[in-house]
């Protein structure tokens, strides 16, 4: 799985699980769509540099967290 946009968005998913957070949930936090999350953790599109900052912030993790 080199593509960046799977990464990130295994990455998203996979957090977003462990810290029990719905798609919904989160969409909500970012003001966004949910179907932007899930376009997101599908690797279908990337979120913007400013999503994933505030992605970080909201699960308290650094911004390279998405990309690892």
Do not use: H
């Amino acid at each position: 799985m080199d593509d960046i946009f799977e990464r990130i968005g295994k990455n998203l998913k996979s957090l977003r699980k462990e810290r029990n957070v719905s798609q919904k949930e989160l969409a909500e936090a970012l003001n966004v769509s949910q179907t932007s999350v899930a376009l997101w953790e599908t690797g279908k599109r990337k979120p913007s540099l400013e999503t994933i900052m505030q992605i970080s912030t909201f699960f308290a993790v650094p911004c390279d967290f998405l990309y690892s």
